[in-house]
């Protein structure tokens, strides 16, 4: 996901807490925050950090190894790993900055808030296969003070470099498997395909550059590239029926996501694809309509050996006919269903 900076706000609220927080900083910091004493971190809006959870000292540290990390030489080749990287979604998010020689800075940051709720910096070593984080510092406002026998037995942090389409992701190793998941959307992550309507980036990432290689297939270091999975494709090969009906609800659970959907007014037309259990279909599986004009979602209902019967939900204005529905992502008709669509599970184009 690519972050771009944007000019930030402050409401008047928030304005008076980090005039507080302005009041209590050391020099050594007030030179790298903004008027009202935020971090100005040069990826979003600016930051604070409480000084219930911080110390000065500790603050002035973090933005000290932020600041230096970003004024690192950086290259556009497309191939730089350095640099800074963001995980999550609207209301949560993990931001990561670091360099080979400058060392990291994790920042987890309750957006809504734009308060730093924990940091955690170090060293980094590369390998050509892991970049690994060493912590030298780790404190949250989760647990009040860092204690230094902890800090001694702090675990190291190894990520696995992948290229995938125009992002360069931090996967942690021991993560490794899931990603497998998340890049054939199966699994724990096949729910994404139908639910996921929130900017999200589930792994650690950063935009490649303008002159980056796009990859439609995730490449990883040579001993991880096994891990990668193939996502389910097939075609629709018949379309059935479609009738309406009232307050239309299904769910996805699983070990990672829970999500649900309910339709006031749905329309749903049945479709047969050609996968099934021999291709590893079960029943629940949500797979994508991968047509450039298309934003649909076949979720499977039977499953036999060789093909299975799917339906397409789509929502209905209250006053249309079966064929008048709502396109919610750009208010055109979404177009007929067809013979011969595409679906697969992969979450992104592959």
Same mark, same amino acid.
């Given at each position: 996901?690519?972050?771009?900076?944007?000019?930030?706000?402050?409401?008047?609220?928030?304005?008076?807490?980090?005039?507080?927080?302005?009041?209590?900083?050391?020099?050594?910091?007030?030179?790298?925050?903004?008027?009202?004493?935020?971090?100005?971190?040069?990826?979003?809006?600016?930051?604070?950090?409480?000084?219930?959870?911080?110390?000065?000292?500790?603050?002035?540290?973090?933005?000290?190894?932020?600041?230096?990390?970003?004024?690192?030489?950086?290259? !556009?080749? =497309?191939?730089?790993? &350095? %640099?800074?990287?963001?995980?999550? +979604?609207?209301?949560?998010?993990?931001?990561?900055?670091? @360099?080979?020689?400058?060392?990291?800075?994790?920042?987890?940051?309750?957006?809504?808030?734009?308060?730093?709720?924990?940091?955690?910096?170090?060293?980094?070593?590369?390998?050509?296969?892991?970049?690994?984080?060493?912590?030298?510092?780790?404190?949250?406002?989760?647990?009040?003070?860092?204690?230094?026998?902890?800090?001694?037995?702090?675990?190291?942090?190894?990520?696995?470099?992948?290229?995938?389409?125009?992002?360069?992701?931090?996967?942690?190793?021991?993560?490794?498997? !899931?990603? =497998?998941?998340?890049? &054939? %959307?199966?699994?724990?992550?096949? +729910?994404?395909?139908?639910?996921?309507?929130?900017?999200? @980036?589930?792994?650690?990432?950063?935009?490649?550059?303008?002159?980056?290689?796009?990859?439609?297939?995730?490449?990883?270091?040579?001993?991880?590239?096994?891990?990668?999975?193939?996502?389910?494709?097939?075609?629709?090969?018949?379309?059935?029926?479609?009738?309406?009906?009232?307050?239309?609800?299904?769910?996805?659970?699983?070990?990672?996501?829970?999500?649900?959907?309910?339709?006031?007014?749905?329309?749903?037309?049945?479709?047969?694809?050609?996968?099934?259990?021999?291709?590893?279909?079960?029943?629940?599986?949500?797979?994508?309509?991968?047509?450039?004009?298309?934003?649909?979602?076949?979720?499977?209902?039977?499953?036999?050996?060789?093909?299975?019967?799917?339906?397409?939900?789509?929502?209905?204005?209250?006053?249309?006919?079966?064929?008048?529905?709502?396109?919610?992502?750009?208010?055109?008709?979404y177009p007929s269903i067809a013979v011969g669509w595409k679906v697969t599970t992969a979450l992104r184009s592959q």
């Amino acid at each position: 996901m690519k972050n771009t900076s944007r000019k930030s706000y402050v409401n008047p609220g928030r304005a008076f807490l980090l005039l507080f927080f302005a009041l209590t900083l050391t020099s050594s910091v007030s030179s790298q925050v903004d008027k009202w004493g935020a971090w100005e971190n040069g990826i979003t809006e600016s930051w604070w950090l409480s000084s219930r959870t911080f110390t000065n000292e500790e603050a002035a540290s973090a933005i000290d190894r932020w600041k230096r990390i970003g004024a690192a030489k950086q290259d !556009e080749s =497309g191939t730089n790993w &350095a %640099g800074d990287y963001f995980s999550g +979604g609207e209301t949560h998010g993990t931001y990561i900055r670091w @360099s080979p020689t400058e060392g990291f800075v994790i920042a987890h940051v309750d957006k809504c808030q734009a308060l730093v709720m924990g940091v955690i910096y170090g060293r980094v070593e590369v390998t050509p296969t892991l970049i690994t984080f060493f912590p030298e510092f780790i404190k949250s406002s989760k647990s009040h003070g860092h204690q230094h026998s902890q800090m001694d037995e702090a675990a190291a942090m190894p990520f696995v470099p992948v290229k995938w389409q125009d992002g360069l992701i931090l996967v942690p190793l021991s993560e490794i498997a !899931e990603f =497998g998941d998340y890049a &054939a %959307g199966l699994g724990d992550f096949n +729910g994404l395909n139908a639910f996921d309507s929130l900017e999200s @980036s589930y792994f650690h990432t950063k935009y490649a550059g303008k002159n980056a290689v796009v990859y439609d297939v995730p490449v990883l270091p040579e001993p991880y590239q096994r891990i990668l999975k193939k996502p389910i494709t097939g075609v629709i090969t018949s379309v059935g029926n479609t009738r309406l009906k009232r307050n239309y609800s299904y769910e996805f659970n699983s070990k990672t996501f829970k999500f649900g959907s309910n339709h006031v007014l749905a329309s749903l037309t049945f479709v047969r694809v050609n996968v099934g259990s021999r291709d590893g279909a079960k029943v629940g599986l949500f797979m994508r309509v991968a047509e450039d004009d298309a934003v649909d979602i076949v979720r499977l209902i039977r499953i036999g050996k060789t093909s299975s019967t799917g339906v397409i939900v789509r929502d209905v204005f209250e006053d249309g006919e079966p064929d008048q529905v709502e396109n919610a992502e750009d208010e055109k008709p979404y177009p007929s269903i067809a013979v011969g669509w595409k679906v697969t599970t992969a979450l992104r184009s592959q």
